[in-house]
């Protein structure tokens, strides 16, 4: 307790230059990462500190930026292609793109000339996708401080994901392992190594990566915009789904579920874009109580359901979308799947099912259907619960872990 005090009083009275390093940035946002990212960049700023950001982008060369007071620096990724364009990626290239990124010499030394100019505190690593873990050993050389976040399943599979042939792989493959050899390797580099949940945590120190570093779970940061509504009562019941239309999501899982029950009294929106031709497969397995939105922004989104399903098939670390059905004051029903169970609080801010038994799903449909002021007593516990993940609270855990790190490089 007293360790804990001495480390919020040292981060409020000395300055402490972070320099983070993501495969993304704003404007070039795809996923959840590069917007936990720029939320902790600017609310360290906001703290009286100071934050560079170091990201990939398309073609040669680096770009230098400003963005809401954080330095932001683009490199030009070197390897065959930028993966984060809208058209497909060369499929022939795509195992010499992955042998690079397992190590990359030429981003590194793109790295090092700007950590030599920025002359940072402590270097706060996060997904790595593009410039690979050869930016540790540069870290190290230059003597500093160094934390990672795990954000995803990079260091183990070049997927990221660990999802494959619609189920979860609990192991690695032998194409896996020969990837990630440098990476578990240089993790012992790592002086504090962040969960943003326990379970991706315990995933990768079960596999042996970060041996040497101090183990601290810290959630993502979620700046809300929302205006949540208390008393809002729609009949009938209207649950939704937003995000990605792919199989691991388990989008198809609801709708088959669905279909295969009798539960009336109730619509579903789904969200969110996917292959073209999963889409018009998706629609295909619909009742008529299921309207298909595509890209909709979330605060249009959310003011418009009762209820939230996260039916993720995969191990999802931390889904973003579960913060922003709490900041409008809506519960959420997810799979027990990856680190979702640390987001819900069963019967309090939702309720936790079995993918591999949709009966448990339907039966908490038929719960919400047929008991609606369940669904509204459950709102301000929700509204609490998104409080936790406030910038602002987040930055003074991560603060502690930077001061941690660099007591363990002394």
């Given at each position: 307790m007293a360790y804990n005090l001495l480390l919020k009083f040292l981060s409020r009275i000395f300055y402490m230059k972070v320099l983070f390093i993501n495969t993304l940035y704003y404007p070039n946002i795809v996923g959840g990462a590069e917007r936990s990212v720029q939320f902790l960049a600017e609310a360290l700023v906001h703290e009286s500190h100071n934050s560079v950001v170091i990201s990939t982008m398309p073609g040669t060369g680096v770009q230098t930026g400003e963005v809401n007071g954080v330095k932001v620096y683009y490199v030009g990724l070197k390897n065959f292609y930028w993966p984060f364009r809208d058209k497909q990626n060369p499929a022939l290239?795509?195992?010499?793109?992955?042998?690079?990124?397992?190590?990359?010499?030429?981003?590194?030394?793109?790295?090092?000339?700007?950590?030599?100019?920025?002359?940072?505190?402590?270097?706060?690593?996060?997904?790595?996708?593009g410039f690979s873990v050869t930016v540790w050993p540069v870290v190290k050389r230059r003597g500093l401080s160094l934390v990672h976040t795990i954000r995803d399943y990079y260091l183990l599979c070049p997927a990221s994901n660990m999802f494959k042939h619609n189920s979860n792989c609990e192991k690695q493959c032998g194409i896996c392992r020969i990837y990630s050899k440098p990476r578990g390797y240089y993790s012992n580099l790592v002086n504090v190594v962040v969960g943003n949940s326990k379970f991706i945590l315990e995933k990768h120190?079960?596999?042996?990566?970060?041996?040497?570093?101090?183990?601290?779970?810290?959630?993502?940061?979620?700046?809300?915009?929302?205006?949540?509504?208390?008393?809002?009562?729609?009949?009938?019941?209207?649950?939704?789904?937003?995000?990605?239309?792919?199989?691991?999501?388990?989008?198809?899982?609801?709708?088959?579920?669905?279909?295969?029950?009798?539960?009336?009294?109730?619509?579903?929106?789904?969200?969110?874009?996917?292959n073209p031709e999963y889409e018009n497969y998706l629609k295909k397995q619909s009742t008529s109580n299921v309207c298909f939105l595509g890209f909709v922004q979330p605060e249009n989104f959310f003011s418009q359901i009762d209820v939230l399903f996260v039916p993720s098939l995969w191990h999802e670390p931390l889904p973003r979308t579960i913060f922003e059905a709490y900041s409008y004051g809506i519960p959420v029903v997810g799979s027990n799947r990856g680190g979702i169970p640390e987001l819900i609080e069963e019967g309090r801010t939702g309720f936790l099912f079995d993918p591999d038994r949709p009966e448990e799903f339907l039966k908490i449909i038929v719960k919400l259907v047929n008991n609606p002021d369940l669904v509204y007593n459950m709102r301000e516990a929700c509204l609490k619960k998104a409080e936790e993940f406030t910038p602002e609270r987040i930055i003074k855990q991560y603060l502690q872990v930077y001061f941690e790190s660099l007591e363990k490089d002394c």
């Open positions: 290239l795509k195992p010499f793109w992955h042998l690079i990124d397992s190590y990359n010499p030429f981003m590194a030394k793109e790295v090092d000339k700007i950590i030599e100019k920025e002359r940072p505190d402590v270097v706060h690593t996060n997904n790595l996708a120190i079960l596999q042996g990566l970060f041996p040497s570093a101090k183990q601290r779970v810290v959630f993502n940061a979620y700046k809300s915009n929302s205006v949540p509504v208390i008393s809002r009562k729609h009949k009938p019941m209207r649950f939704g789904y937003i995000g990605q239309l792919n199989q691991a999501k388990g989008v198809e899982f609801i709708l088959k579920a669905i279909m295969n029950s009798n539960i009336e009294n109730f619509t579903l929106d789904v969200a969110g874009r996917g």
